[in-house]
């Protein structure tokens, strides 16, 4: 089965992004943490990356891009009738971003809601969207991934904080129409090793308290060596289940565009899936890992500097704390 008319969901009318204008590169980090640009560039490929304002909070990165979202597919927000975003550092624990999103964009009183799966968090959205809109009960959803991960960050921890930054991503979705078609989905998770990546405390286990504040709790902690390992490993897995389920070749893929996590993981992706690394779209040496908002910047950068074509068949895929993946077939 290859004919993408048999296999067709929903389709993105328009896409859009919003990075902070705070640039830090490794230099200007490696004043103040234990560092150096030759240690970040050398394991991760990284050189710079966001960091949003103190008064910005994420539902003002999703504010951006979900507004250039609707400009580009020539949509209002009254035509929104559901709303996801993706994150990992929400505004506060309630009420949702998307709920705080909906008033600052002035959407109608439409479903919105959250969804928490990390760095895999954008293309689960999608998937939840696409199935609500396939529903018929919805008509045009709004999917966002926005982070302000400079919050949850420990800046006394260079093995996590060089790796991070700050942005939005945001695509405007339709049952029909003209646009990006969505063919498949093949999301997963692993609830097997949270410690991998978590963020042990201010949630009902370890609520906040002074404790938890000394022992710095708040922050992101990650065993980056096994991260790297089972990034590569499920990434791989979800591919290929794609692909095969929807009767394609890894040869048939034009473009790829991975999570931005680390420069070292996308090699190892192109490696074993045989797909040449000039197919990934890597934006990550600017901006560092942006988490749920790294694949809808990076699509929305790839699209506007023209690297996809109409017609182009794409791959997109992610891997996340949970440990959560996800990998989305895309017809360009
Ligand atoms: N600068 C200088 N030295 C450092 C730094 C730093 N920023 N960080 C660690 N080091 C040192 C360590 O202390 C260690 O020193 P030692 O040998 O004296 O003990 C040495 O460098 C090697 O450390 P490792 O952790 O073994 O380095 P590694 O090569 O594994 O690279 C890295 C670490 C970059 C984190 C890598 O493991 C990785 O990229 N993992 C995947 C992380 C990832 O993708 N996370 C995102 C998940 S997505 C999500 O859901 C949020």
Same mark, same amino acid.
């Given at each position: ?14 896409? *859009? ?12 980090? #490696? ?10 560039? #050398? ?13 910005? /909070? ?7 891009a979900? #507004?250039?979202?609707l400009?580009? /597919? ?43 799966a990390?760095?895999?968090g954008?293309?689960? /959205? ?30 006394? %921890? ?10 939005? *991503? ?32 201010g ?16 922050f ?6 096994e ?60 901006? *560092?890992?942006?988490?749920?908002a ?5 699509? %929305? ?14 791959l ?10 996800? /990998? ?5």
């Amino acid at each position: 089965m290859n004919s993408d008319s048999e296999l067709s969901s929903s389709v993105i009318r328009g896409v *859009g992004s919003y990075l902070p204008e705070k640039n830090v590169d490794n230099i200007e980090l #490696s004043k103040r943490v234990d560092t150096s640009d030759e240690w970040i560039t #050398s394991r991760t490929g990284i050189k710079a990356r966001r960091i949003a304002e103190k008064e910005q /909070a994420t539902s003002d990165l999703a504010l951006e891009a979900a #507004s250039a979202a609707l400009v580009d /597919a020539g949509m209002s927000p009254r035509d929104i009738d559901l709303v996801v975003v993706a994150t990992i550092t929400p505004d506060m624990a309630f009420p949702s971003t998307a709920c705080l999103l909906q008033d600052k964009l002035g959407i109608p009183k439409v479903c919105c809601f959250d969804i928490e799966a990390a760095c895999s968090g954008f293309l689960y /959205a999608l998937d939840v969207a696409d199935g609500m809109l396939s529903s018929n009960r919805y008509k045009c959803a709004l999917v966002v991934g926005a982070e302000k991960l400079s919050s949850i960050m420990d800046w006394q %921890d260079r093995t996590t904080c060089v790796l991070f930054g700050d942005g939005a *991503g945001a695509a405007v979705l339709t049952n029909k129409g003209d646009g990006l078609k969505i063919l498949g989905f093949k999301s997963g998770a692993d609830g097997s090793n949270p410690k991998l990546l978590h963020q042990p405390s201010g949630g009902s286990l370890d609520p906040a308290s002074q404790e938890s504040l000394a022992g710095r709790g708040h922050f992101l902690k990650m065993n980056g060596r096994e991260i790297f390992k089972s990034a590569v490993r499920v990434m791989e897995r979800a591919a290929r289940e794609i692909l095969s389920e929807h009767g394609y070749k890894e040869s048939d893929i034009d473009h790829v565009i991975p999570h931005q996590a680390n420069a070292r993981i996308v090699e190892s992706l192109s490696q074993r899936l045989g797909i040449p690394l000039g197919k990934f779209y890597c934006n990550l040496d600017k901006y *560092g890992n942006t988490s749920a908002a790294s694949i809808p910047i990076a699509l %929305d950068e790839a699209r506007r500097i023209s690297v996809v074509q109409k017609g182009q068949l794409g791959l997109m895929v992610a891997f996340g704390a949970g440990l959560t993946w996800s /990998a989305v077939l895309v017809r360009f």
